[in-house]
C-alpha cells in the first residue's frame, strides 16, 4: 500500500503542487528484498581476504532477472564493515566477494545496500559480524647491533593504532648467554622492542641492547607480538 509522503519546514507543512491523485507517496514492496543465505570467509581475516556471500534477488529491479548495466559499481551496490567501505565483486545473480578493507584487529558488522532495493537482510546468518586479526608479513631490517638502538618496522595489517596496546619482543632473550639475572633486572634485558609509532599497517620500535659488550657472537631471534 503507498505511504502518502508529509513534508515540514519549521513546523510549516510544504504544499504538494498537483492533483491529490498524484500526491508523492512510497510503498514498502517486500518483492524487492534481498536475503543474504551465506557468508564464507577465511579463519585469519585481513585486509584484502575475500568473504563470499550468497542470496536470492540480487537483480530484483531488473525485469529481465539480468544483473543491469554497472551491477557492482560504486553507484549500484555499497558495503560496509564497522562503516568502513568495502570493495565488492559481482560473481552473478546469487553470489558476490566482499574485499576485506584495511581495518584495525576488531569485530565488525557488515552492511549492504543494493542500488534502489535498499539495505539487504542478514537474519539468516548465524552472525553478521567478521573478526579481523594482526598479521605480520614482513619486518625490516633482519638484524642491527647487540647494543640496540636498531629502528624495525614490522609490515602487516589489523595492527592496532594505538601503542599502547601492543608489545613487541625478540623472544628467548633471557636465555641468551650474557644477558644474566642481574642484566634483566638492571638493564630490563628482556626482549621488549619500545614502540615509536603504530598504525594498521605498520609498527615502528627500537631494539633493546641484546647482551653485555663482551659478546659479539651473531645470533637470530624470533619476533612476537
Not at 166 to 176: A, N, R, V, Y
Request: glycine share 10%; net charge negative; proline share 6%.
Amino acid at each position: 500500500m503507498p505511504l502518502p509522503l508529509a513534508m515540514s519546514v519549521n513546523g510549516l507543512e510544504v504544499a504538494f503542487q498537483g492533483s491529490s491523485d498524484d500526491h508523492p507517496s512510497f510503498t514498502y514492496d517486500s518483492d524487492l528484498n534481498v536475503e543474504i543465505s551465506s557468508a564464507s570467509a577465511p579463519a585469519q581475516l585481513a585486509a584484502g581476504s575475500l568473504i563470499i556471500l550468497s542470496g536470492s534477488n540480487f537483480y530484483a529491479t531488473q525485469p529481465s532477472g539480468e544483473a543491469p548495466e554497472g551491477w557492482g559499481s560504486s553507484s549500484s551496490i555499497k558495503a560496509y564493515l564497522g562503516g568502513v567501505g568495502a570493495v565488492v565483486i559481482p560473481i552473478d545473480a546469487t553470489t558476490l566477494h566482499l574485499e576485506v578493507p584495511e581495518l584495525e584487529m576488531g569485530t565488525y558488522q557488515m552492511e549492504l545496500l543494493f542500488g534502489h532495493q535498499g539495505l539487504a537482510s542478514v537474519a539468516a546468518l548465524t552472525s553478521s559480524s567478521f573478526n579481523i586479526s594482526p598479521l605480520i608479513d614482513s619486518i625490516t631490517p633482519t638484524s642491527g647491533s647487540v647494543y640496540g638502538g636498531t629502528e624495525l618496522t614490522i609490515s602487516g595489517s589489523g595492527f592496532p593504532s594505538l601503542p599502547q596496546f601492543i608489545e613487541i619482543k625478540l623472544t628467548g632473550m633471557e636465555e641468551e648467554v650474557g644477558c644474566t639475572t642481574d642484566q634483566i633486572a638492571a638493564e630490563g634485558c628482556t626482549g621488549v622492542c619500545e614502540i615509536i609509532s603504530s598504525s594498521v599497517t605498520d609498527i615502528r620500535c627500537m631494539t633493546p641492547r641484546a647482551i653485555n659488550a663482551t659478546y659479539h657472537e651473531a645470533w637470530d631471534r624470533d619476533i612476537s607480538m
